[in-house]
């Protein structure tokens, strides 16, 4: 509790202290907590340095830590705290790209902490913790941002698998070179090839013949 006589304090101590004395018509006693406080902002309306218009949930933990600043140096210590929340959100978030401010929302919290209280030092007001608890997009943006999402993930898919590609190829390359040195494995892997058909109960096997084969048979004939 807080007494002031002509504009000075006068007493400053604990309410239970004063509940038996009473007060001059000359004097003016104030009653602040000293407990922690909090300030929630929902759906706070924020342009973007990109020009993204987003709603942000948030937190602000604060306490007086100096009654006597408090009461003396401003009017409305908790309302001026909360209206400069909300407008040091506003000015932060308003430098940052959406990207930033999704991927770095623990950062931009820390600075909004610093940021408060710095200013609120001279209001005796300590800022011990800001949050930003949610980050809502326009229905849009959130719809664009799938779809570039979606497009992404099949660009790289596709990149992929021609990767996949080029990499079977240059196998099926270094195959071929090895089963030109030795023609035996190459008639290995005919009959593997064979084996493996006849493991699946087809009643149609194709057997390849060389176009060499095919062209002499050919010339003979005409």
């Known amino acids: ?5 002509f504009g000075k304090v006068l007493i400053l101590g604990d ?10 018509e000359h004097n003016f006693y104030f009653i602040t907590y000293l407990s922690p406080l909090t300030f929630f902002f929902f759906l706070l309306k924020i342009l973007t340095k ?10 602000v933990y604060y306490r007086v830590q100096n009654a006597t600043l408090a009461v003396a140096n401003i009017t409305n210590a908790d309302s001026a705290t909360r209206l400069l929340a909300q407008t040091t959100l506003r000015n932060v978030l308003g430098t940052k790209n959406l990207a930033e401010i999704l991927s770095d929302r623990e950062e931009i919290a820390h600075n909004m902490q610093v940021t408060l209280d710095e200013a609120t030092d001279d209001w005796g007001i300590k800022v011990e913790r800001v949050e930003i608890k949610d980050v809502k997009l326009p229905v849009q943006l959130q719809r664009a941002m799938a779809a570039e999402a979606e497009a992404a993930r099949e660009a790289r898919a596709k990149v992929i698998a021609a990767e996949g590609e080029m990499n079977a190829s240059r196998a099926l390359k270094e195959a071929s070179i090895v089963i030109t040195e030795s023609p035996a494995a190459l008639q290995l892997r005919y009959l593997q090839t064979l084996t493996t058909i006849a493991a699946e109960k087809n009643s149609t096997i194709v057997f390849p013949l060389p176009i060499d084969m095919l062209q002499g048979i050919m010339g003979t004939h005409f």
């Open 1 to 5: 509790i807080l007494v002031f006589k």
């Open 50 to 59: 990109d020009s993204v218009t987003i709603s942000v949930d948030g937190v």
């Open 15 to 24: 309410p239970i202290c004063f509940f038996f004395f009473s007060f001059p």
